[in-house]
């Protein structure tokens, strides 16, 4: 079993616009590169990163790996985020406006992406994962992925779902066919360095 620490990224313009974002490409804000810039050190106990393949995932990873020294960082794509199918880009308001009462009931629209479909593809990775740690020999991963990921599998571990800024996240526990999570965990001021953010799957109800 791989033990994993699994960091939603830091803020992208369109968290900062409080727009949902599922799996469009959008990229790190000046205060997110910040944020992960100070956060690198702070994680400087990893030898292994992996990443989504989303630019602001990928961002993330690249700053933190900078100042963590780590050397490689693994991309792996079925750690990107949710489709959200025609909420993409979307903020609350908007959505509100064009499908009236959806949020509030849980309904989703047609091309969104369930949970059910993106936990099958987040746990094939992480028992991946798992097994490329186990195979370099080490015992602890840094993940940056997304907070409908995180999210995601939070709820269907009967976990209570906290506000999640950016690079906070949870530890899980991978492999032998089964993905355990843990404690949450926050990185840095991530308060000062986060937005109300939307993240698909994830929406915030302040926001």
Known sequence: MARLLLLRHAESEWNAQGRWQGQADTPLTDRG????????????????LVCSDLSR??????????????????????????????????????????????????????????????????????????????????????????????????????LTMARMPNLSGRWVTAGEGAVDVGSPVTVGDAERHSSVAVEAGNEQREA
């Open 33 to 48: 590169k910040r944020h992960a810039g100070e956060a690198g050190p702070l994680l400087a106990t990893f030898e292994m």
């Open 57 to 158: 995932a990928r961002q993330s990873a690249e700053i933190i790996a900078a100042g963590a020294g780590i050397d490689t960082i693994d991309i792996e794509p079925r750690l990107r985020e949710r489709n959200a199918g025609p909420w993409q880009g979307l903020t609350r308001a908007e959505i509100e406006r064009d499908w009236p009462g959806y949020l509030a009931r849980g309904r989703r629209p047609s091309g969104y992406e369930l949970d059910e479909q993106l936990t099958e593809r987040v746990d094939a990775a992480l028992a991946d994962v798992a097994l490329l740690a186990d195979r370099r020999g080490t015992p602890e991963v840094l993940v940056i992925t997304h907070g409908g990921v995180i999210h995601s599998l939070t709820v269907r571990a009967g």
